[in-house]
């Protein structure tokens, strides 16, 4: 049976990873007082009980600091995967089905080489996914918000000042894709800028394209954040702007809102306001509401938790939901 322990100080903790040897270790960095790491750790449990020859290891990341800072633990829950003592793979937040998705992946020892070409293959089609995730995607150290280097900052700094829209993705919080878009893209540094789809290139192209004034041409120009919440709050017929996602809720008042929702047998789909400042403040503007959760059917705002409470007590919650009243 696999086995979950936990590692008090950094001797510890490399002396798990040592007697793991070339099998998968897992290290979720947690703390007592976020309630996503309780919830992270019974998911840990479970997959324990699948993989035998996995040792997942669970560490309190401002008891251990030393540890925390090597590896660059900002926020909890953050998960970290070794193997041969070397870490392979990194997932940030309290995310189960990608958590599962990687300890299925991952704990294949010593595999074929087809399950290594089909492992290849579902990466690039994985990568080929972010890619085109938005017309303009931004592959870089940190978030628009808050970048990690120089270069990352550089280049946010001059999509924003040409008013040019643009998605991002934080290769810090995914060593797969880290790894492999280098491969994937034949491009071995970052940031790295696509565009529909095809490779642009890093902040020296970018420089260039922006001083011979063919960026705004290349890339799509911002939409108004209007719009923008517009188009999000008719996303789907039901949708909730919170704090987390339908996995995981960040906040006691979304997750409150996601049970009440689920018991009523009605899609729905979310928005994480965590994930976006710019959303997360404009909407608050928008709807004339100040506060999170925000429930939205067919384009209209419902409200935040206490009316969805009062609609399911007085027995119009469905019907509201349906759009019946």
Not at 38 to 51: F, Q, R, S, T
Not at 108 to 130: F, H, I, Y
Not at 233 to 250: D, H, S, T, W
Not at 253 to 260: A, C, D, G, H, Y
């Amino acid at each position: 049976m696999a086995k979950v322990v936990e590692a008090t100080n950094q001797q510890q903790f490399e002396d798990f990873l040592a007697k793991a040897g070339k099998y998968l270790t897992v290290v979720h960095f947690q703390a007592a007082w976020a309630p996503q790491c309780g919830h992270m750790n019974e998911v840990m449990a479970e997959l324990a009980k699948e993989h035998t020859g996995t040792t997942f290891v669970k560490v309190e990341a401002e008891a251990v600091p030393e540890v925390s800072e090597k590896y660059e633990i900002s926020s909890v829950p953050t998960f970290l995967f070794f193997k041969a003592g070397e870490k392979v793979d990194r997932l940030d937040g309290a995310h189960a089905p990608e958590l599962t998705k990687k300890v299925q992946r991952l704990a294949v020892t010593g595999s074929p080489s087809g399950a290594t070409e089909s492992s290849t293959t579902d990466l690039n089609q994985r990568l080929k996914k972010l890619i085109n995730a938005a017309p303009c995607m931004l592959f870089m150290k940190g978030s628009p918000q808050e970048p990690r280097c120089g270069f990352s900052r550089q280049i946010v700094a001059l999509l924003k000042e040409r008013n040019i829209q643009f998605s991002s993705f934080d290769i810090l919080s995914d060593e797969e894709v880290r790894q492999g878009l280098k491969t994937y893209s034949n491009w071995p540094t970052y940031p790295q800028l696509y565009v529909n789809g095809e490779l642009v290139g890093g902040l020296d192209i970018v420089k260039e394209l922006a001083e011979s004034g063919e960026l705004e041409n290349t890339c799509p120009k911002a939409v108004t954040l209007e719009h923008r919440l517009k188009t999000l709050i008719n996303q789907r017929p039901v949708m909730l702007f919170m704090k987390g996602n339908k996995e995981a809720a960040r906040c006691g008042f979304s997750r409150q809102i996601l049970e009440i929702l689920n018991g009523t047998g009605v899609n729905y789909d979310t928005f994480d306001i965590l994930q976006d400042e710019e959303v997360r403040q404009g909407l608050k503007t928008y709807s004339n509401w100040p506060t999170y959760p925000q429930l939205y059917v067919k384009g209209e705002l419902i409200g935040g938790l206490d009316i969805v409470k009062e609609l399911k007590e007085s027995g119009d919650l469905v019907s509201v939901l349906k759009g019946e009243s």
